[in-house]
T-cell receptor, first 111, second 114 residues
């Protein structure tokens, strides 16, 4: 079945760039998402990329997609303490009702 | 729009007690989902409803039942709670009409079973 893998933790200093990586197995994925979960809250969509794109930039966020290696990354420039959260990678295949989520990466930002 | 709402926010049960977690969405979405979140396990799908009138099992359905009461509401019932069901429960909804079709999540219900 489909699988989405992420490392569990990432620690960075405030002002540095953060790169959160994700690998997936389903080559027919249509959309790939990044969700952010702040402490005590539900998940919120941060950004997404369609499978025919290689890159998407949105202010401090850059998403890179390597379809050949089935690798997705989220880069946060100038990371702030407010970026501390759990980041979930998810993929969705058109025609399926169920997105597949990774286990989430806890980003810890040190002052 | 309130989005996805869940009640209650917190609940403590004793082993063997029953309860129903409520979820409602006001976005006219077709699909609704129940997940549980445990440390290090990410999100695990309990049940989902692709459209009004249908429900299907997810990855971890044992010990739970669901009802898609109408298009807006999707409830999760624990008939006889067990300590292993201590978790944070999230309801989500999705338009189910294609395009980027993201899921929208509720704020969660934090359940402790003693």
């Amino acid at each position: 079945g489909e699988d989405v893998e992420q490392s569990l933790f990432l620690s960075v200093r405030e002002g540095d760039s953060s790169v959160i990586n994700c690998t997936y197995t389903d080559s027919s994925s249509t959309y790939l998402y990044w969700y952010k979960q702040e402490p005590g809250a539900g998940l919120q969509l941060l950004t997404y990329i369609f499978s025919n794109m290689d890159m998407k930039q949105d202010q401090r966020l850059t998403v890179l997609l390597n379809k050949k290696d089935k690798h997705l990354s989220l880069r946060i420039a100038d990371t702030q303490t407010g970026d501390s959260a759990i980041y979930f990678c998810a993929e969705w295949t058109g025609g399926s009702y169920i997105p597949t989520f990774g286990r989430g990466t806890s980003l810890i930002v040190h002052p | 729009n309130a989005g996805v709402t869940q009640t209650p926010k917190f609940q403590v049960l004793k082993t063997g007690q029953s309860m129903t977690l409520q979820c409602a969405q006001d976005m006219n979405h077709n699909s609704m989902y129940w997940y549980r979140q445990d440390p290090g396990m990410g999100l695990r799908l309990i049940y989902y409803s692709a459209s009004e009138g249908t429900t299907d099992k997810g990855e971890v359905p044992n010990g739970y039942n669901v009802s898609r009461l109408n298009k807006r509401e999707f409830s999760l019932r624990l008939e006889s709670a067990a300590p292993s069901q201590t978790s944070v429960y999230f309801c989500a909804s999705r338009a189910g009409t294609g395009n980027k079709d993201e899921q929208f999540f509720g704020p969660g219900t934090r359940l402790t079973v003693l």
